[in-house]
C-alpha cells in the first residue's frame, strides 16, 4: 500500500548524481511497443510502451497489482518460467526483440542481471557467492574480479577479512549488497531491481539507495518500488503503472511528482487511492 501524503505532491530534491546524468542525453537501451502480459485469462500488461534510456536510474511505481514486477521480469524473460504466461507485441534490448527466437535467455540474462526483493544469498561463502554467477556462466573467477564486485556493491570494507565465512551470516542490508555484487560481477549492462530495499530497515536502505545512484554510473538500473519517495530520491525517469495493467505516465522524476500530466498520477501520488 501506498504510503499516505498530504495534498500536496512530492516536491523533488534533485542530488549532484542526478544532476549529471540529467545532463547526460538519453539513448535508448531498453524499449517496449504494444507490450501486452497475460496470465491464463487474467491480463496483466495492457499495450505498454516505453523507451528506457541507458545508465540512469528508471523507477517503475503504482499500487499492488498494476503489472510493475510483471514488466520488470519481462525485460529479462523471467517470466518464462511461469507456464501461463504469454507476451505479446516488442521488448527490446539494444533494438532486438528479446522475445525473438533466435534470442537465448540464458545469453540476455548475462546482460541483464537482477536483484529480488528478498536477499537471497547462496548458503555458501561470500566469495562463492559472488563467484556463483561466474561461474555457471563459464567466466574466469578471480580474486581481483570478486573484490572489484564486492567494492562495487559498497561491501568490500565490510567483508574483505571474512570471504571464507557464510554469505548468511551477515546482516539483512549486507545480503542484499551481497546478492548486488552477484549481480555484477559477470559484468551486465543494466540491472533489474525488484524492490530492493523492502525489507530492510532505514540504515540499510539509506545504503541501498546511495548504491543505486552510484551503479548508475556503469549500469543501467531499473527499480520497482513501492515508497514514492524512494523514487523520488533516487531516479531519473519515472513510469507510474495504475490498475488493469496500464502504463499512465512516464517522465523525468521531476515532472511526474510535481506536474503529472494526468489526474489519476496526482491523485496516486497525492495517496487519494492505492
Known amino acids: ?3 499516505q501524503q498530504s495534498d500536496s505532491l ?3 530534491e534533485v542530488s549532484n548524481s542526478q544532476t549529471e546524468r540529467a545532463n547526460k542525453p538519453d539513448k535508448t537501451v531498453i524499449s517496449s511497443t504494444d507490450l501486452d502480459v497475460f496470465y491464463g485469462g487474467e491480463q496483466a500488461l495492457d499495450d505498454v510502451s516505453i523507451e528506457i534510456p541507458e545508465h540512469k536510474v528508471t523507477a ?5 497489482g498494476c503489472g510493475k514486477s510483471t514488466f520488470l521480469r519481462c525485460i529479462n524473460r523471467m517470466n518464462d518460467q511461469i507456464p501461463a504466461c504469454e507476451v505479446d507485441g516488442e521488448l527490446r534490448f539494444h533494438g532486438t526483440n528479446v522475445y525473438d527466437d533466435v534470442v537465448d535467455p540464458v545469453a540476455l540474462r548475462r546482460k541483464i542481471g537482477m536483484v529480488f526483493q528478498q536477499p537471497n544469498p547462496f548458503p555458501k561463502t561470500i566469495y562463492d557467492n559472488v563467484a556463483y ?10 580474486d581481483e574480479i570478486v573484490e572489484e564486485a564486492l567494492r562495487g556493491a559498497a561491501l568490500w570494507d565490510e567483508v574483505n577479512d571474512k570471504l571464507d565465512e557464510s554469505g548468511l551470516e551477515l546482516s539483512g542490508g549486507q545480503q542484499q549488497r551481497l546478492c548486488i555484487a552477484r549481480a555484477i560481477a559477470p559484468d551486465p549492462e543494466v540491472i533489474l531491481m525488484d524492490e ?3 525489507a530492510l530497515d532505514p540504515i540499510a536502505t539509506a545504503k541501498i539507495e546511495d548504491l543505486i545512484s552510484e551503479l548508475a554510473e556503469e549500469y543501467t538500473v531499473v527499480i520497482v518500488t513501492h515508497n514514492m519517495q524512494q523514487a523520488a530520491r533516487i531516479s531519473d525517469k519515472t513510469a507510474v503503472f495504475l490498475t488493469g495493467g496500464k502504463l499512465v505516465e512516464f517522465d523525468d522524476t521531476g515532472n511526474v511528482f510535481e506536474n503529472p500530466d494526468h489526474e489519476r498520477v496526482e491523485e496516486y501520488i497525492t495517496g487519494k487511492f492505492g
Open 196 to 198: 530492493p530495499a523492502s
Open 133 to 142: 554467477g561466474l561461474r555457471v556462466q563459464n567466466q574466469e573467477v578471480t
Open 1 to 3: 500500500m501506498a504510503t
Open 60 to 64: 517503475i511505481i503504482g499500487p499492488s
Open 10 to 12: 512530492i516536491t523533488t
